[in-house]
Nanobody
Framework: QVQLVESGGGLVQPGGSLRLSCAASGSTFGINRMGWYRQAPGKQRELVATISSGGSTNYAGSVKGRFTISRDNAKNTVYLQMNSLKPEDTAVYYC????????????WGQGTQVTVSS
């Protein structure tokens, strides 16, 4: 079974940058999509960005132009570069992996806290 471990969260000032990493272990071969989701205090979990095995990306409108998702297939790692951070970006960020040809294979990391505050 696939395991996902996020890292890179922390406290940053508004306008600053962070890069989150998600390392996948286990049987990660196959056609899959990885992504980042976030949940702010008192709010529902929401999609931030996704990236396919082939590199096709999708972003939430609130982060377009500020965040960049990328992946290194050889390292089984996905990244989220977050620039121009705003207080409303404060949330727990979760990594996700789902296999396109078998959607029941859906995995989640434990989350990493991102706090944007002066």
């Amino acid at each position: 079974q696939v395991q996902l471990v996020e890292s890179g969260g922390g406290l940053v000032q508004p306008g600053g940058s962070l890069r989150l990493s998600c390392a996948a272990s286990g049987s990660t071969f196959g056609i899959n999509r990885m992504g980042w989701y976030r949940q702010a205090p008192g709010k529902q979990r929401e999609l931030v960005a996704t990236i396919s095995s082939g590199g096709s990306t999708n972003y939430a409108g609130s982060v377009k132009g500020r965040f960049t998702i990328s992946r290194d297939n050889a390292k089984n790692t996905v990244y989220l570069q977050m620039n121009s951070l705003k207080p409303e970006d404060t949330a727990v960020y979760y990594c996700n992996l789902v296999y396109i040809l078998n959607m029941s294979r859906d995995y989640w990391g434990q989350g990493t806290q991102v706090t944007v505050s002066s």
